[in-house]
């Protein structure tokens, strides 16, 4: 075949680095965001905080920040506009206007007031995180008089324990790993096994939730409902664990109230002694928009906190500015400057306008909660406001409102429906939250099942399947009608 040259028209789509950068933003979460702004601060010098900004700055709708203004300053006036400015004519919402004395009342999950009077609760869980098991149970082994080969036994043993306090490796594998020429017999680990579970906390190194629970009974003051709890952990446990409270009553010859009393011991057990010493990974969300009721309409605006204050620097801009020929990678460092000012001006732009789409459509979820949230899918946001249904989704992922009624992501008000007599829709959430208050107001000893209940939301108007009923229950974490049987 004969080479020959052809031309071809033909359309594709064409990222700008500018585009990239601006999508990039958008899915990131404020924690990610900020590492990356700072990624930016270290490598260009042209980009720096604006640190004169006062502590007041909330900037809502208008987005007319004083790092935008030193942007616009140092731009021309032939530079095109961002994507997305258009903004609505609604006045600026600052931190002035907001019923501080309203949202402090409301807010409740929110405000941090409060934390100051659980002080000792703080300085334990501290005291908790900064203390290991190990060290914890090495410190009393310390105070023990046991001779120095029996102490080495039972550091082995403690550096077996996991972290709720339980020895999961059986005691003959244990043994199978020790030198010979130590000639170590079971019994010695068997004896250095006792001493760990003589210490504090009571049921550390059981080799089973059975045994955990019996040591913690065996450690209290004796007493008849004691003495049962005794009995059921260690021969009818599985029983308790399935409810079945009528062959227990049989078994142990026990009437209610006294099998009640026995129930309420073994549930005051604490199966994982081990847990408080272990360390707990706190994970902080910083939210992006404060949700509030101003004036009788509930309205959104941007957290300062999470808003990151950036400017050019000016004594860089003069210089290139006075330069007939300018440093072309200065140059260049000063327009990715610019640009990374105006995405993130952009990206809460975006954020502020899904999440005001989203109040002013869950309105009533803020007025009377959960029951009352709506369906609400991404296209009806991206259909209202103009955007691709990708960008909502962005917009969504990985973001949080700080609302009087806890802090949500922004996909917690999205959610499927199902359809009612009347012709209408209802929620996933709502269904949900129906489901959780007539759990919660049932009679304990006769549980609603999974049947029951949809005839009860099928009384309401609200057509749901027994199935659709079962798995919105286990999403909420609620066990089955026989195991939610009581005395």
């Keep these: 075949m004969k080479p020959a040259l052809q031309l071809k028209l033909s359309q594709h789509l064409a990222l700008t680095p500018q585009l990239q950068q601006s999508i990039k933003l958008l899915q990131l979460s404020?924690?990610?965001?900020?590492?990356?702004?700072?990624?930016?601060?270290?490598?260009?010098?042209?980009?720096?905080?604006?640190?004169?900004?006062?502590?007041?700055?909330?900037?809502?709708?208008?987005?007319?920040?004083?790092?935008?203004?030193?942007?616009?300053?140092?731009?021309?006036?032939?530079?095109?506009?961002?994507?997305?400015?258009?903004?609505?004519?609604?006045?600026?919402?600052?931190?002035?206007?907001?019923?501080?004395?309203?949202?402090?009342?409301?807010?409740?999950?929110?405000?941090?007031?409060?934390?100051?009077?659980?002080?000792?609760?703080?300085?334990?869980?501290?005291?908790?995180?900064?203390?290991?098991?190990?060290?914890?149970?090495?410190?009393?082994?310390?105070?023990?008089?046991?001779?120095?080969?029996?102490?080495?036994?039972?550091?082995?043993?403690?550096?077996?324990?996991?972290?709720?306090?339980?020895?999961?490796?059986?005691?003959?594998?244990?043994?199978?790993?020790?030198?010979?020429?130590?000639?170590?017999?079971?019994?010695?680990?068997?004896?250095?096994?006792?001493?760990?579970?003589?210490?504090?906390?009571?049921?550390?190194?059981?080799?089973?939730?059975?045994?955990?629970?019996?040591?913690?009974?065996?450690?209290?003051?004796?007493?008849?409902?004691?003495?049962?709890?005794?009995?059921?952990?260690?021969?009818?446990?599985?029983?308790?664990?399935?409810?079945?409270?009528?062959?227990?009553?049989?078994?142990?010859?026990?009437?209610?109230?006294?099998?009640?009393?026995?129930?309420?011991?073994?549930?005051?057990?604490?199966?994982?002694?081990g847990a408080h010493f272990a360390a707990h990974d706190a994970r902080y969300i910083t939210p992006d928009v404060i949700v509030k009721k101003l004036k009788g309409k509930w309205t959104a605006y941007i957290n300062p906190d999470a808003y990151p204050r950036l400017r050019v620097n000016r004594l860089y801009a003069e210089i290139l500015a006075q330069q007939r020929r300018g440093n072309g990678n200065l140059t260049g460092q000063l327009q990715e400057a610019r640009w990374l000012i105006k995405n993130v001006q952009q990206r809460f732009d975006t954020i502020l306008r899904v999440s005001q789409a989203i109040v002013e459509r869950q309105k009533q979820f803020f007025e009377h909660g959960e029951v009352a949230m709506r369906p609400l899918v991404l296209r009806e946001i991206a259909d209202i406001l103009d955007l691709h249904e990708s960008t909502v989704s962005r917009v969504t992922s990985q973001k949080f409102m700080a609302t009087p009624r806890g802090i949500f992501e922004l996909k917690y008000f999205f959610g499927s429906h199902v359809s009612t007599d009347t012709g209408g829709a209802c929620s996933a959430t709502a269904i949900r939250a129906l489901i959780k208050q007539l759990i919660g107001a049932e009679d304990g000893k006769k549980p609603l099942s999974d049947s029951q209940i949809s005839e009860i939301l099928g009384q309401q108007g609200i057509v749901v399947a027994r199935r659709t009923v079962a798995k919105y229950r286990e999403s909420l974490n609620i066990p089955p009608v026989n195991l939610r049987k009581t005395l």
Excluded at 114 to 128: F, K, T, V
Excluded at 170 to 180: D, G, K, N, R
């Design 30 to 273: 404020t924690i990610e965001m900020q590492q990356e702004i700072e990624r930016y601060l270290l490598e260009n010098p042209l980009l720096e905080r604006d640190d004169d900004v006062p502590e007041s700055f909330a900037s809502a709708q208008s987005f007319d920040s004083p790092y935008q203004q030193e942007a616009s300053q140092s731009e021309t006036a032939s530079e095109p506009a961002a994507q997305g400015d258009d903004r609505d004519s609604e006045p600026p919402i600052t931190p002035a206007d907001v019923d501080d004395d309203r949202w402090a009342s409301d807010a409740g999950t929110y405000s941090g007031a409060g934390r100051d009077e659980d002080d000792d609760s703080d300085a334990q869980d501290i005291h908790a995180a900064t203390t290991s098991l190990r060290d914890h149970l090495g410190w009393q082994l310390g105070m023990t008089q046991l001779s120095e080969r029996d102490r080495s036994l039972v550091r082995f043993l403690i550096e077996a324990l996991d972290d709720d306090g339980y020895l999961s490796t059986p005691l003959v594998e244990l043994w199978e790993t020790l030198p010979p020429e130590y000639e170590i017999e079971l019994e010695e680990l068997e004896i250095a096994l006792k001493h760990i579970q003589n210490f504090d906390p009571t049921g550390i190194g059981a080799r089973s939730p059975q045994e955990c629970l019996a040591l913690q009974l065996r450690a209290l003051p004796v007493s008849r409902e004691g003495e049962l709890a005794l009995r059921i952990v260690e021969q009818h446990l599985e029983l308790l664990a399935a409810r079945d409270f009528a062959k227990l009553k049989r078994l142990t010859s026990s009437d209610d109230a006294a099998l009640k009393a026995a129930h309420a011991l073994i549930v005051s057990l604490n199966p994982r002694p």
